[in-house]
């Protein structure tokens, strides 16, 4: 019998050196600390922390859930550490958003066990609708900040915060960026916690309850707990100072690993002072000793010059006349992430080393190749359908998941697109100021993160606005995470134990809606039907389209009972309708002909439907 695998957050192998991702990383600091609740709402490139607590919450002993949104996610989390529970809650920087309500007044109430909030960046916009810098959160709401540059950063961090929270009675943030989420790197494993802070909560209104009369004192309390806070990260191991030299480089989260990568490859540690800032706020002591060791010093960060300007503000308190180099000296730019060429062009250029040398490579112009649905996605169909029925005119609001796919070229299901539920107050809003009838395009887990209080809006203003809800039963584009509806129980972490799946249909007739139709997409007759009697009607209506997400039925080894099928070649004429109005990619074209990728078809049937010339057809299986 062979030893059973033990998940590599669990492993009770202290000193053992181990290779993970950063997001595992997290999870595992914060298990090594003793964690007992976590709650996410899941969004790239945060996902992987929640999923891994998903699988090993039980083993580890931590009350999970996925929580209907980030506000609720932090909401509960915070309940949970003034019971004394070590706590975390995760979301990516635009959920963060979602939650900014409670996490802007958690400082003032403060924490009882240590409490974490994971709010994972992403410069470069590679996932997301725009760029953003949470470490603005610590001069705005008092937050310490941890900004880990390598995996082993982000566990070492991550397990170190519990405590510190404890001690300054402050919630703190773990912010990595995308690099260090999904790259993978070398930690050391330390002992599993086997204490648990015992669970009780003690009643203390004038603690609990922020109404001006309490907040006024916190307002005053909360700034010497943030001093505290200074203190401690002073004394901590996450300011580390490398190398000798009156030439000065000061460095933070994944760009600080660019700078040590330039120096060590340039050879420059006899030449450069090498400053990480691993978490904010920045103690005045750290600045004092570097700047004290430096003539001059370049900033290297990612997003907003906050290091430079603490940096130009201390020396000029100081006294000190330190040229300061950086972002607004044009070294860097204010947008998107850092490639290590592009720190060593400017280590260069600081040095004055001269330029990097370059190989000119001549790359052809390749076609544009953006994200698409997936072959068989129900979405695709409900797309093409709503607008054979509501046609080019009608503006269609979108929101944000894999529906977001539905944008330009062949679909044109995407006019607007703003947040997590703004398809249908936009919507609303065009229809309530054209006079005509607009149609909101929104997913399952989005409805009930947002969308609800938006359509509730719609009804009691009675707009003329057709609510599509594209229910596929899981969070497909974040990770096939768990939707309330009834997909809820297949992924680990799903419905906690005697919970109950919620209808969509149901909770849409509870806001008074009487117009409600659920359909599955692929019943082409009972779909059309709805959408014309949607199409014709007064005020609000739903049309629910409920159909599993094909990726997670192969995931999950449901077997289809759906045929592929193929193009007749004799038949085909290429007139490239089936690709031009539907833009599955599953048809590809091969030395000429148009051929049907059996591995990717999952038979839905929709090119058949589209065809003008009866080309394609269900393949036929031989039985015997």
């Not at 039925?553 to 490239?576: Q, V």
């Not at 038979?603 to 080309?615: E, F, K, M, T, W």
């Amino acid at each position: 019998m062979g030893r059973t695998a033990v998940h590599p957050v669990l492993e009770d192998r202290p000193g053992k050196r181990a290779c993970m991702l950063g997001n595992v990383a997290i999870a595992r600091g914060a298990v090594e600390a003793g964690i007992q609740f976590f709650a996410c709402y899941p969004g790239t490139p945060s996902s992987e922390v929640g999923d891994t607590f998903a699988s090993v919450a039980k083993a580890a002993d931590v009350t999970f859930e996925y929580s209907v949104n980030e506000k609720i996610a932090v909401e509960i989390a915070f309940a949970a550490s003034l019971t004394g529970a070590r706590t975390m809650c995760s979301m990516k920087h635009v959920g963060f958003n979602s939650a900014n309500d409670p996490i802007c007044v958690l400082p003032y109430v403060g924490v009882e066990g240590g409490m974490v909030i994971v709010a994972a960046g992403d410069p470069s916009l590679t996932t997301s609708t725009h760029e953003q810098d949470q470490r603005h959160f610590s001069r705005l709401a008092h937050y310490p900040i941890f900004d880990p540059a390598t995996p082993r950063d982000a566990l070492e961090m991550t397990k170190f915060a519990f405590a510190f929270s404890e001690q300054t009675r402050l919630p703190v943030i773990m912010r990595p960026t995308t690099r260090v989420c999904h790259s993978s790197g070398m930690v050391e494993l330390g002992p599993l916690s086997t204490h648990r802070n015992d669970i009780k909560f003690t009643k203390n209104p004038q603690r609990y309850v922020p109404i001006p009369v309490n907040s006024r004192r916190m307002r005053k309390e909360v700034i010497d707990r943030y001093k505290l806070a200074e203190r401690l990260l002073a004394e901590s191991s996450f300011f580390p100072r490398t190398g000798h030299g009156r030439n000065g480089i000061i460095a933070s989260g994944v760009a600080y690993a660019h700078a040590a990568q330039v120096i060590e490859d340039l050879g420059l540690k006899g030449d450069v002072t090498l400053q990480q800032v691993g978490a904010y706020p920045i103690p005045e002591a750290v600045l004092a000793d570097f700047l004290s060791a430096i003539d001059s010093v370049l900033v290297v960060e990612e997003l907003s010059p906050l290091v430079e300007e603490s940096v130009s503000l201390f020396a000029f308190r100081q006294g000190r006349q330190v040229p300061v180099f950086g972002k607004h000296t044009g070294h860097f730019p204010l947008e998107f992430e850092y490639s290590l060429d592009q720190v060593e062009d400017a280590v260069r250029a600081y040095l004055r080393l001269g330029k990097r040398k370059t190989v000119s490579v001549t790359v052809p112009d390749l076609p544009a190749r953006p994200p698409v649905l997936c072959p068989g996605c129900p979405h695709r169909t409900s797309y093409y359908l709503a607008r054979r029925v509501f046609g080019k005119k009608t503006v269609y609001c979108n929101d944000i998941g894999c529906y977001t796919l539905g944008y330009g070229e062949p679909l044109h299901a995407c006019d607007t697109l703003l947040c997590m539920g703004a398809s249908i107050s936009q919507a609303s809003g065009i229809a309530r100021m054209t006079g005509q009838r607009a149609v909101a395009y929104i997913g399952d887990s989005t409805f009930f993160h947002s969308g609800w209080p938006a359509l509730a809006n719609a009804v009691q203003a009675n707009d003329e606005v057709t609510v599509i809800i594209l229910d596929n039963y899981v969070a497909a584009m974040t990770g096939f995470q768990p939707s309330l509806t009834t997909g809820r129980q297949d992924p680990p972490g799903g419905a906690p134990e005697g919970g109950a799946s919620l209808s969509i249909e149901e909770a849409v007739r509870g806001l008074g809606i009487k117009n409600v139709y659920s359909v599955d997409p692929f019943d082409e007759e009972a779909t059309v039907d709805a959408l014309e009697k949607a199409k014709q009607g007064c005020g609000v209506n739903v049309i629910v389209c409920q159909s599993p997400c094909v990726v997670n039925e192969r995931r999950l080894r449901r077997s289809s009972d759906r045929a592929t099928l193929e193009i007749d070649a004799e038949r085909c004429n290429a007139c490239s309708l089936c690709v031009r109005l539907l833009g599955c990619p599953g048809i590809l074209i091969v030395d000429g002909e148009y051929v049907i990728d059996q591995d990717l078809c999952d038979g839905c049937d929709l090119c058949a439907d589209v065809c003008q010339h009866d080309a394609i057809k269900k393949v036929e299986v031989e039985t015997t």
